[in-house]
């Protein structure tokens, strides 16, 4: 959510129905797990700690679930951290502004430090990522699109589609929130067909997004300051949090009903549904 654009011309796509099934949010119990000033942009969970994408502060950062921070690594202007089938962790790096974007981006493996997987002139902007079922890794552009890896790092297919920021994928079906959008658009790819879930006017400024152990879409809005709960097959959607300061992404500890949100703003919040 670094990037500031002027919104472009949007791709013609199928449009989710706009009557889904209501879905209930309920009421989350929320606590602090980390203040600062920094601008926090992303996180992963890795053998019981906890890793931050710390943006302007050009660092990755590993905690333990108690706070009390374990070692950091110094990283130009980190996005997505994804750990991998292999077990290792995945970095984006140059999640740039369109002042510093000329500046490298890629993909960096913590082994255990940063070395660089993905890099070259291929992405000038490595923002959200994940991993589909078959260890494919698919990394947002939101200057120049998405784009899939396969195992060894190789560029598979190019998909041209105007801000994507945040993603995730349920199988090998992927989902993108578009950064900037008047509908406030979430796009699912499913193989060459696109469909487009919208959450409304105005825009909400999507950033990142996470799957819940419910199969559901948890998406953070850095503009409205929400988190949102969405069906990703009806599109229904509801408010889960709203009054948040700019948050950019959220993680669910795997195997509980506790997701952690970065945000902009510094706080990184824990969040019990």
């Keep these: ?117 993905i890099g070259g002139d291929t992405l000038s902007s490595a923002n959200g990522a994940e991993f589909d079922a078959r260890g494919h890794l698919y990394v947002s552009d939101p200057f120049t699109g998405l784009y899939e890896f396969d195992r060894q790092g190789s560029l598979v297919r190019h998909i041209d589609l105007a801000y994507p920021n945040g993603i995730v994928t349920i199988g090998n079906t992927v989902f993108t929130n578009i950064l900037i959008d008047p509908k406030s658009a979430i796009v699912r790819i499913t193989g060459n067909r696109q469909t487009r879930i919208e959450l409304g006017a105005p825009d909400k400024g999507l950033d990142d997004l996470a799957v819940g152990p419910d199969g559901k879409l948890y998406v953070t809005t850095y503009t409205s300051g929400e988190l949102i709960k969405v069906d990703p097959w009806t599109g229904a959607h509801c408010v889960l949090m709203s009054g948040l300061k700019n948050p950019t992404a959220a993680r669910f500890l795997p195997g509980t009903r506790t997701m952690f949100v970065t945000q902009a703003s510094g706080t990184v919040l824990k969040v019990r549904l």
């Design 1 to 117: 959510m670094r990037i500031i654009a002027l919104l472009g011309l949007l791709l013609a796509m199928t449009a989710a129905p706009a009557q889904a099934a209501p879905i209930r949010c309920g009421t989350p119990t929320v606590s602090t797990f980390l203040t600062s000033t920094d601008w926090y942009e992303n996180l992963e969970f890795d053998k019981g700690t906890l890793w931050l994408s710390n943006l302007s502060g050009n660092r990755i950062e590993q905690y333990r679930l108690d706070g009390t921070q374990i070692q950091h690594h110094n990283l130009r202007a980190p996005g997505a951290i994804r750990k991998g089938p292999d077990g290792v962790l995945h970095v984006n790096f140059g999640n740039d502004s369109p002042e510093t974007r000329d500046q490298p981006s890629g993909v960096v493996r913590l082994t255990p430090k940063p070395e660089v997987w």
